[in-house]
């Protein structure tokens, strides 16, 4: 953190550093019922070198962490969904200039819950995110005027057989994320809505592919 920074407020958080010289940061949020402890395995698997910056969901339902409120399984508080997710945005950008890192290369990994606000995040504050990875996401909103996502890219994993998130609900958030510019790159586990060593093997290959100079120490002469 640079000397004079404080830490940024607004969200319970755990952040990491990383390897010296790597740009990425990734954006760690966890699933109902997780904390940010959770995702911290699966970032260091996913983008060793990458800093980790992983908040708390500030919602309680039934005393279990979300990032907003649902009215009901799969369905949402729009309303709420919005205020969360630009609460998120700010405090991203604020951790960005406490922890002196890269506004621009920072990627979101999120579970579940975790996943829907990430992409609610690239629909309503595109600026904030270089691009996301979406662990058994459904569409959680949709836009009156869709956001320009050239440029950013979308990776997502489904659940053939998910028992909360139906195929369809997966293939739409795609679909629209696609019709918006994003670059999205679809993947179908075999299991349900449980998180797998495939889904951290997949996140790493398709960084690699995608944010090969974020991710890679840079050395200058």
Avoid: K
């Avoid at 060793?48 to 339902?61: D, I, T, Y």
């Avoid at 039934?62 to 309303?79: N, P």
């Avoid at 504050?125 to 949709?142: I, W, Y």
């Amino acid at each position: 953190m640079p000397a004079t920074a404080q830490p940024p407020a607004g969200f319970v958080h755990r952040f990491e550093p990383g390897a010296p010289g790597v740009a990425l940061t990734l954006l760690l949020l966890h699933g109902t019922g997780g904390d940010e402890n959770d995702l911290i395995p699966l970032g260091r698997a996913a983008s060793p070198g990458a800093a980790l910056l992983s908040p708390r969901g500030q919602v309680l339902e039934r005393g279990l962490h979300r990032f907003f409120r649902r009215l009901d399984q799969g369905v949402f508080d729009q309303e709420d969904l919005v205020r969360r997710a630009r609460e998120l945005a700010d405090f991203v950008l604020d951790a960005c200039r406490a922890y002196g890192r890269d506004p621009a290369q920072v990627v979101a990994v999120g579970y579940s819950n975790g996943a829907n606000m990430a992409a609610a995040v690239l629909l309503l504050r595109p600026q904030v995110l270089a691009g996301a990875a979406l662990l058994r996401p459904m569409l959680p909103l949709r836009p009156a005027i869709l956001p320009d996502l050239r440029g950013r890219a979308v990776y997502i994993a489904g659940g053939r057989d998910d028992p909360l998130v139906p195929e369809e609900r997966t293939r739409e958030l795609a679909e629209v994320l696609r019709q918006a510019g994003a670059e999205v790159a679809v993947e179908w586990r075999p299991g349900g809505h449980g998180l797998s060593a495939d889904d951290a093997a997949g996140i790493s290959r398709w960084i690699r592919r995608t944010f090969a100079a974020a991710a890679s120490a840079q050395h200058s002469l």
